[in-house]
Nanobody
Framework: QVQLVESGGGLVQAGGSLSVSCAASGRLGSSAHMAWFRQAPGKEREFVAT????????DYADSVKGRFTISRDNAKNTVYLQMNSLKSEDTAVYYC????????????????????WGQGTQVTVFS
């Protein structure tokens, strides 16, 4: 069973930048997708970004488009989320997720499309 381990996160001032990463313990197949979701206190977990493993094709939530960049390193089985121009509303626990196959039943913006999850890493943006 592939496991996901997140790192990075922390405390940053509004307007600043931060990066989080997620390493998969095993190789991800060509049909895999990896994604970032986040959950703020008192709110539901929401989609942030996803990336297709085979070609790096990304998709972003409107709330982060133009500020966040998702990327991957196939050799390291690692996905990254570079977060720029951070806002207080970006404060949340950020979760890495992986879909080893995509049946098409669920949108890749849905948590239900992902079979594997990391433990989460806290990102706090202060003013």
């Amino acid at each position: 069973q592939v496991q996901l381990v997140e790192s990075g996160g922390g405390l940053v001032q509004a307007g600043g930048s931060l990066s989080v990463s997620c390493a998969a313990s095993g190789r991800l197949g060509s049909s895999a997708h990896m994604a970032w979701f986040r959950q703020a206190p008192g709110k539901e977990r929401e989609f942030v970004a996803t990336i297709r493993w085979i070609d790096g094709n990304p998709d972003y939530a409107d709330s982060v488009k133009g500020r966040f960049t998702i990327s991957r390193d196939n050799a390291k089985n690692t996905v990254y989320l570079q977060m720029n121009s951070l806002k207080s509303e970006d404060t949340a626990v950020y979760y890495c997720a992986a879909s080893t196959f995509h049946s098409g039943v669920y949108s890749l913006r849905s948590q239900l499309a992902y079979q594997l999850w990391g433990q989460g890493t806290q990102v706090t943006v202060f003013s």
